[in-house]
């Protein structure tokens, strides 16, 4: 009896882990955003808009994706889908993306930069992405809209946009493992999410629109060692989460955009250029929060 037992103690353990190991082949998804800013080589908003290198860098844009998407791979991913979350959302080169990976491409679409994201992915992961709007040294920082956007606070705390989304992947109880992008962006997510989250830092801005490279290879060497360590170790990251209910403020560049945003319900001003709303549900609230940004652009 006591032999038995013992066995027993020293079986259950190995058949936990064999069909933890079972279950972990059989299923790994793996969601992308992908923004533009922080991709390796893009100093300016000619590379990223209609300026004459943009589409030079569609191409490095496509290049760091298939570096995470490669990392997904090494560590196991059965499903990896890619959300394109710059401008028109229609930047990455849909025939050189890895054939392993599927593309969400365009816009508008209603969950925008986390379009696609839902409870069956294993871990996210934000490629490309970067600092939010007032951070010194950094390339192209701002949150959501350069036009509109002084500063959001969720729940007090001021918000890039790599905290926005990755409350929305934490609704859904998906952790955000790693990001890719320049010093200061890569200093906010270990800031927001944790300091365990695994950064790729393909570069080191020297004001707003210049920048130390990585070289090209060595960028995506690092994107596809991180990514692969990150979702290796997803079970030790947890997914981002607030207490609800969620309190939004959001800070014009000016008081006319904030006149605007007085017009919907349960919007108030809370100083000249501020609103502020409350949701006990994250993704409505993030919703009002897109329709109220999109308003500011009006004025
Ligand atoms: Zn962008």
Known sequence: MKTQAYRNLFILPIVLFLASSVSIAQKLKVYISVDMEGITGVVSADQTGAGPDYGMA??????????????????GAT??????????????????????????SGSPKPFGMMQGIDASFDAAMFIGYHAKAGTVDAVLDHTISSAVVYSIKINGIEMPELGINALIAG?????????????????????????????????????RTAAKNLSFESARKLIRQQAKLAIERRKELKAYKLNAPY???????????TDNALSVPGVKRISPRAVQFDS????????????????????
């Not at 309190?247 to 955009?257: D, H």
């Not at 993704?283 to 004025?299: E, M, P, V």
């Open 58 to 75: 569609r191409k490095w844009m496509t290049d760091d994706v298939n570096a995470a998407i490669l990392g997904a791979l090494d560590a």
């Open 280 to 299: 006990d549900d994250y993704i409505t609230g993030c919703k009002l929060l897109r329709a109220l940004i999109s308003l500011g652009r009006d004025n």
């Open 79 to 104: 499903e990896i889908v890619v959300n394109d979350s710059h401008g028109d959302m229609r930047n990455i080169f849909p025939g050189e993306l890895n054939t392993n990976a599927v593309l969400i």
């Open 171 to 207: 609704y859904y109880n998906v952790p955000v493992v790693m990001l890719s992008g320049d010093k200061a962006a890569c200093e906010q997510a270990k800031e927001v999410l944790g300091e365990k989250t695994m950064v790729a830092q393909v570069k080191e801005a020297i004001g």
């Open 247 to 257: 309190r939004f403020e959001l800070a014009y560049f000016r008081s006319s955009q």
